[in-house]
């Protein structure tokens, strides 16, 4: 059994949309991040760097548990598990791992300091904002033209797309047009037809997180120090 620690963000829906697509038998227990969950003693015992998502299976590779956290590390291991979603041949596996850690080293960060600065920080600070969807929209070129060439990154489906799936759908909070990236946006209709990510991503938090006009929640994402 699987055990994940999440919540409905991009990050917790690559690792959502990854155990519905491997089959194996999982529990979600939601972390309101909002709330300031990630900072409980309890939760820091598996993710000591306060964020989601994080896993605890029960039946590890020695067959004692394990608990892992950084979702790419997760979804490797899940794939590594399973045998599923990771190309086993050599050059396969790698170029599927450098798309993964293209969208752990430049994906999640650029585009979440673009969320950031448009939407939700308290000052509205032009070059901020321009530097970071700037950026956003090189990214979003890089994968336009690999998706050009190939259905998904790494030619065939695998961790590597459900990675940056979660934050490819917030292009328009992104300040992105559609119409700039039309390899971007079949891919998407492509995997959100897929009948796993569509379960992946139907899993929503208890309550929903308006986080726009939650100012307290602000203060706990924004400003998060372990306590």
Request: proline share 6%.
């Amino acid at each position: 059994m699987i055990d994940a620690y999440s919540w409905a963000t991009p990050n917790g829906h690559k690792v959502h949309i990854m155990l519905e697509e491997c089959g194996l038998p999982y529990s979600v227990h939601a972390v309101d991040i909002g709330a300031g969950d990630q900072f409980k003693p309890e939760f820091l015992k598996i993710s000591p760097n306060n964020k989601i998502p994080a896993i605890v299976d029960s039946d590890g590779p020695d067959g004692k548990p394990i608990s892992l956290f950084e979702s790419g590390a997760i979804l490797i291991y899940l794939a590594g598990k399973t045998g599923t979603l990771l190309p086993t041949d050599t050059r396969g596996k790698y170029l599927a791992l450098q798309w993964l850690m293209f969208q752990m080293g430049s994906i999640g960060p650029m585009l979440g300091q673009a969320h950031h600065f448009r939407l939700y920080a308290p000052e509205k600070i032009d070059y901020a904002i321009n530097r970071y969807t700037n950026e956003a929209k090189r990214l979003y070129g890089v994968m336009d033209r690999r998706l050009r060439e190939a259905e998904f990154f790494a030619g065939d489906y695998s961790i590597a797309d459900m990675a940056s799936l979660g934050w490819a759908l917030g292009w328009e909070r992104q300040g992105m047009q559609a119409e700039e990236f039309p390899n971007v946006m079949a891919w998407i209709a492509r995997l959100k037809a897929r009948p796993a990510v569509a379960r992946g991503l139907a899993l929503k938090a208890p309550e929903p997180m308006n986080l726009a006009d939650d100012k307290e929640a602000q203060k706990v994402l924004f400003n998060q120090r372990a306590r």
